[in-house]
């Protein structure tokens, strides 16, 4: 491999050496946009290789603009024409996904109401009407008070090593440590390893070290690893870290989905350290903490990639102590999710999995909020943030201090006037929360003007949703910085004095709806940086994890009411959620996720097992088609469902073939799920068939989840070992393992 530059645009000379003539093949690109710009073959020899027609294709493949016409013999061509079958059991998709919710805030760059949760564009919509609540459909249903927990699981799911595999690694610091980790445990395997500098932290330079590997099996993502913990609230450290850490994780993603990996089943392992309080009594590094929301999106948004993100306990371990590192990272780079449990933690060789339980915020004092207290309400102008500034004077006869990104304008003069026409005093600050000399002159100006703050509530957010696939850096960055940088301003501000400090962050930390990454990594963020304050200073942070709000706010349209309704996502009224911020401030809990939702939402979430199956009556409207009841197994249903999705005669499988072998994309999925429930009367999600990929498995689980469809079976399935144990199908009185929730 022979590489040159001159003068002027740069010129890559790659000569490939075959046993057959030799070819030399010029690149040419851009200075500017450091990207191909065209690519133009001199050949020395008019027979082309095969192999070398390979290397073009592959070229053209990855989106490089090959210029066909300087190939030898390219202009003698003849169209052929291509089969109108199916050739070939994959689908390729522009948009691997289901229907993504529209995106409200196009044309808005200042949003700043955190009750929202979703995205895209739909210009035909009434996005304006309201709902109106006196003829709406009633749903009884109260709101539920969760809270994040580490749960000690000790099993787990570790891959086999094949030594025909590719596996990337990228790291940042501890090189001969990870090397030799990695080298020890896949010995046979081909591994590349990639050390993320300042000059190759960008997509274009990724994505040129990963183009020509012939295929990546696995890759790992590496953050900085750390083993001292430092209390450090500079703005520049949590710079560095997003771009080293979340932003430097979006580019690989990036870079792998250019060079054709989106469809392709990819394993894909995050490791940090120290990034979670897991047993209570940790301090922790929240740097990276953004990384962790944006894994969880990642495995949403690309279907067949199995994704998982550990952290590690580096703090025991002494700075010359290699070998213990060594073995930390052997001990879990072979571990999978289990379940669909995406963050797993060790300490001290213990296996934790993050979990969601129910908590209820008990009050342990009087009043949360103090008579004739003074409050900075960041991102107060959106609907939610006005909306408590009115509880506030109205209840507490509260002086409120509005941030916000505009300029003063006739709608925040009419907001101030609400405000103390219910009884409080209300001051208008000019604030970049993304930066500091600007929070610490409206945090100045507010004592100047109201007195010693009491409280800081952050409601201030941006939103940029998109696909991942679509998503630009800029975007993500912009939906990062009131959430990241905007967080950590806020604190530095008041953290000297006993002002308590309210988040509002979104229950999308543990939902994750696809094209919402940026943001979910912002909350992500949030949520862990409240515990790293919380570590040495207990209680100085609070942080509520909305649902949406029905009432107030983007979201309070019908359109927006309907479409998150079909997600199982339920509106929270003022009220309620009034409420529950109040509850917040008098109670000891620290972190609340506070949603209303139906139950079939709840099979999203990582819950503790008491949201574990049980067994309840089957309902009277649980019913089985015709067909089904004609003899039809569950397995036959599944391929009838596949058949009817794909819009084809007959499929081809065999006991291993996947889903998505078989040509099931996202899409296909949510018309095989309607079809399998309407059929068979019974409440299948879209997750399933990601947890159960192949049709014996998926006819396993329905069996064993849904045992009132076995009486049914023409027996098919019975030869094949499929039953539900321990479930009586000619008992008058049936029952049906459902996922049941203890809001039900």
């Not at 030399?24 to 027609?53: A, G, M, P, R």
């Not at 522009?94 to 949760?117: A, F, G, H, W």
């Not at 507490?396 to 509005?402: L, R, T």
């Not at 003022?574 to 109670?587: K, S, T, Y």
Request: hydrophobic content about 35%.
């Amino acid at each position: 491999l022979n590489i040159g530059s001159s003068i002027g645009p740069v010129c890559i000379s790659v000569k490939i050496v075959f046993s057959a003539p030799v070819s030399c093949i010029i690149i040419l690109f851009s200075s500017k946009t450091e990207s191909y710009d065209t690519i133009q073959f001199n050949l020395l020899n008019t027979q082309l290789e095969t192999n070398v027609y390979e290397f073009i294709l592959q070229l053209w493949l990855h989106g490089q603009n090959i210029t066909w016409s300087k190939i030898n013999n390219c202009n003698n061509y003849q169209k052929i024409s291509l089969p109108t079958y199916r050739f070939d059991e994959n689908s390729y998709w522009e948009d691997q996904v289901p229907y993504v919710i529209p995106n409200y805030t196009k044309n808005d760059t200042k949003s700043e109401d955190v009750n929202t949760l979703n995205s895209n564009s739909n210009s035909s919509v009434n996005h304006s009407e309201k709902v109106d609540r006196s003829i709406e459909d009633v749903d009884d249903r109260k709101c539920i008070s969760l809270h994040p927990i580490w749960s000690r699981h000790d099993e787990a799911n570790q891959i086999a090593i094949d030594t025909s595999e590719d596996i990337v690694v990228f790291y940042q610091n501890y090189e001969e440590e990870i090397k030799k980790a990695f080298q020890d445990k896949f010995d046979g395997c081909q591994l590349h390893f990639i050390r993320i500098t300042k000059s190759n932290n960008n997509q274009q330079m990724i994505q040129r070290q990963l183009m020509f590997l012939d295929k990546i099996n696995q890759v790992y993502f590496i953050t900085n690893l750390n083993t001292k913990i430092e209390n450090d609230y500079e703005v520049q450290t949590y710079q560095e870290a997003e771009s080293n850490g979340v932003l430097c994780l979006l580019r690989i993603v990036k870079a792998l989905h250019i060079c054709g990996y989106s469809t392709r089943a990819l394993r894909m392992m995050i490791i940090t350290n120290n990034t979670y309080n897991v047993t209570g009594d940790e301090k922790i590094i929240p740097f990276y903490s953004a990384v962790g929301g944006l894994t969880k999106s990642i495995a949403t948004e690309f279907y067949r990639w199995k994704m998982i993100c550990c952290d590690l306990d580096f703090t025991m371990i002494a700075d010359n102590d290699s070998d213990a590192l060594v073995n930390s990272l052997k001990n879990v780079i072979c571990e999978t999710a289990r379940d669909g449990k995406i963050e797993v933690a060790y300490r001290k060789g213990i296996r934790y999995e993050r979990l969601l339980s129910e908590t209820t915020m008990t009050p342990t004092k009087e009043n949360g909020f103090i008579k004739n207290g003074t409050y900075l309400i960041a991102g107060g102008n959106g609907g939610l943030g006005h909306e408590l500034a009115l509880y506030l004077a109205k209840n507490y006869q509260a002086s409120i201090s509005i941030l916000g990104r505009s300029e003063i304008n006739e709608k925040i003069e009419d907001n101030l006037e609400q405000i103390r026409a219910a009884g409080g005093k209300a001051i208008y600050v000019q604030t970049d929360v993304g930066d500091s000399n600007s929070v610490n002159i409206a945090v100045e100006e507010t004592k100047k003007s109201l007195g010693t703050i009491d409280a800081v509530i952050h409601s201030a957010m941006v939103l940029r949703d998109s696909m991942l696939i679509n998503m630009d850096e800029k975007s993500f960055e912009e939906a990062l910085y009131p959430k990241i940088l905007g967080t950590v301003n806020l604190f530095k501000a008041i953290q000297s004095d006993t002002t308590q400090v309210l988040i509002f962050s979104s229950a999308e930390s543990y939902l994750c709806f696809q094209g919402q990454s940026n943001y979910i990594a912002g909350c992500s963020f949030q949520d862990t940086f409240a515990s790293f304050v919380n570590s040495t200073n207990p209680g100085k942070v609070k942080v509520l994890n909305w649902g949406y709000w029905g009432e107030v706010g983007i979201a309070s349209s019908k359109f927006y009411h309907d479409v998150f309704s079909k997600t199982g996502l339920l509106p929270i009224y003022n009220e309620e959620g009034l409420q529950a911020i109040d509850d917040m401030m008098r109670c000891d809990e620290q972190q609340v996720v506070f949603l209303k939702a139906k139950d079939e939402l709840f099979d999203q979430l990582p819950m503790d097992e008491i949201f574990s199956t049980k067994t309840v009556p089957v309902k009277e409207n649980q019913t089985v088609s015709s067909d089904f009841s004609q003899g039809i197994s569950v397995s036959d249903c599944i391929c009838s469902a596949i058949k009817e999705s794909l819009y084809i005669d007959d499929i081809k499988e065999d006991e291993e073939s996947t889903f998505s072998d078989l040509g099931v994309d996202s899409i296909v999925e949510l018309e095989m799920i309607e079809y399998l429930n309407e059929n068979l009367g019974i409440k299948l999600m879209p997750t399933d068939l990601f947890n159960y990929e192949t049709i014996e498995q998926l006819t396993k689980y329905i069996c064993s989840e849904f045992p009132q469809v076995l009486h049914m079976d023409d027996g098919k399935d019975a030869e094949k070992g499929i039953t539900s144990e321990g479930i009586n199908s000619s008992s008058e009185d049936q029952t049906l393992t459902i996922k049941e929730c203890i809001f039900s």
